[in-house]
């Protein structure tokens, strides 16, 4: 029997290269398009032992023509750190934007299911806490971030017509902050950062006080929660995340405890329109795909150190 194809695009980069192995481990064929603007070849280099994995360097802004059946196309490709979407602020609105169309397009073209890859940064500066899927969110669309937000805003509008208007079978995640081995060592993101200061006694960056909270996710929870919505019939969007929420300084707190670190706390200057809290509801997933995280923080950054000291 053929196997069914997935298309994912941005598969080369910290999700999408963990997502290509858990496809690739269930028995799909993968064809991974990357244009490698914030990911890495060497994610991928373990993959192409597997006969079905298929790589194309892609700028997926561009018309993406792509012969042969495809089943699912996964929207994956974006610049999710902070530092890079402000470093690429104009390539970030395109991918978000042009690429989620081709990608839409495609996936009409073949008749596929569409996932897209959305955030929890489309809730902003959240005024509702924990964020629920019915929330809409408080985005600055002129601050820095808006490159981001609105990029993913407009994706998630675009996906829902496309729906509405083709019939398309449309699925919406929204991403909260995910860690796990593979991280870019200049990815910029908080977890990356304080462990490779940690284990290299230097200084943990926090900026502001380190008050304001985020509730993080182990990347093979999330990749469950993916091919779980993948397969699903939902057409409406859906949180994945951790609920388990702390503030940024209590997450330095414990890199530091986890790895023995005699470095010290230094405090930079909090970022524009820096979100003050973070936490998804994942009642939603619960109910309907009987998802829910099954890594703790200390086991997941564990598992994360581990990776970075390799
Ligand atoms: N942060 C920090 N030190 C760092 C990097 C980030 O204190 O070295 C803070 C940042 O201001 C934010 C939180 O950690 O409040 C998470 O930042 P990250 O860039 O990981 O992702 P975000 O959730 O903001 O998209």
Redo the contacts with the bound molecule.
Sequence with gaps: MRKKTVLITGGAGFIGSHMCEKLLNNNYAVICLDNFITSSEENIKALFRYKDFRFELRNVSNHIGIPGKIDYVLHCASL????DYLDFPIQTLKVGSLGTHNALGLAKNKKAVFLLFST??IYGDPLVHPQKESYWGNVNPVGVRGCYDESKRFAEAITMAYQRVHKLDTKIVRIF?TYGPKMRHND????P??ILCAISNKP?????K?Q?T?SFCYIDDLLEGLLRLMLSKINQPVNLGNPDELT?MQ??KLVLKITRSKSKIVY?Q??VD??RQ?QPDISKAHKLLSWKPAFCLQEGLERTIAWFKG
Aim: net charge positive; charged share 25%; proline share 10%.
């Design positions: 999710a750190s902070p530092e929890s940064e902050n910029g993101r908080v977890v950062n304080f943990l960056t926090v900026y502001g380190g304001q985020r940024i997450l330095a930079r909090l970022p820096d979100p973070r």
